[in-house]
């Protein structure tokens, strides 16, 4: 049953990424296979500058410098356009930085196409360097991890109501507990663990992953850290297993390929 519920889910998620209309696809030729991606309609500040320099052959010729398995593939960077090897790379360009457009259906999938950014302490506003782009390979998450991070957030809102409700009622438990009142002691139990109860089910900051983000994370895989800290501005919806060549190449210190992954070039699907 759960089985068919997460591929209700998928289905539905490929469904949605595919009615996409306000921007054609686009495909990402390079020399370890080709990916298809469509950009976002609900990003169009993204959507729109990506999709003036893929028709401007901005990043023809250009490498994915930055490789880390089992994360992302970055690539687009322009000083890394015929960059001798071994050399460090990957430079971006503050002239070329967009106000973030965060959407909560918008998460960091495996395929997830994303903007990458300079760090909080530079760039409180966590405006994108949208002079090149990253592709999410991540790792498939376990049922178990997926209820950690919601448990990560939710524990200490959970830890403040027993604190607040239940904590100053242990000296009459203790009471109740002494005088063998079993009846009592339960009763009381019940009502405090009741009242926890029925306040964590309505307090707010309290944070569930949504169905579809669950169902991509434990099928696809992902990057759940990255979420709400980076805009995504589409997908890869064919050639997923060229992210995971690219991803397997051995890299240098500086996480560069030891052997070039080139983007031969990106061009509007006709």
């Known amino acids: 049953m759960i089985r068919n519920i997460l591929t209700f889910i998928l289905i539905a998620a490929a469904w949605s990424a595919r009615a996409q209309n306000n921007y054609p696809a686009i495909v990402i030729e390079t020399g370890y ?4 991606a469509i950009l976002y309609d609900d990003t169009p500040v993204h959507s729109s500058h990506y999709l ?3 028709r401007e ?16 593939i970055q690539g687009g960077a322009q000083d890394s356009r015929n960059a001798p090897a071994g050399v460090q790379i990957g430079g971006g ?18 395929g997830a196409l994303a903007a990458p ?3 909080d302490d530079e760039n409180p506003q966590k405006k994108s360097d949208a002079s090149q ?10 049922p178990g991890r997926l209820d950690t991070l919601e448990m990560i957030v939710n524990i200490p809102i959970k830890n403040k109501l027993i604190s607040t409700h239940y904590l100053p009622h242990r000296g009459r438990l203790d009471e109740l507990k ?5 009846s009592g002691f339960n009763a009381l139990l019940d009502s405090l663990l009741n009242v926890v109860d029925s306040l964590y089910a309505a307090a707010p900051g309290k944070f569930l992953l949504p169905e579809e983000r669950k169902a991509a994370y434990a099928s696809l895989g992902g990057i ?13 919806v064919e050639g997923l297993e060229v992210i995971d060549r690219i991803a397997a190449l051995p890299v240098d210190a500086n996480s560069r390929p030891e052997t070039d992954a080139k983007i031969i070039r990106i061009y509007v699907e006709e």
């Open 33 to 36: 296979g080709t990916m298809k």
């Open 52 to 54: 003036k320099l893929v």
């Open 57 to 72: 052959g901005y990043f023809n010729g250009t490498l994915f410098h930055r490789v880390v398995r089992d994360f992302v």
């Open 93 to 110: 360009r503050t002239d070329m930085e967009l106000m973030p457009e965060f959407r909560t259906n918008r998460f960091h999938k495996k």
């Open 117 to 119: 950014r300079r760090g």
């Open 133 to 142: 782009f990253y592709i999410v390979q991540g790792k498939v998450y376990t």
């Open 178 to 182: 002494a005088a063998n009142n079993a």
């Open 224 to 236: 759940d850290r990255l979420d709400g800290g980076y805009t995504v501005f589409g997908e890869v």
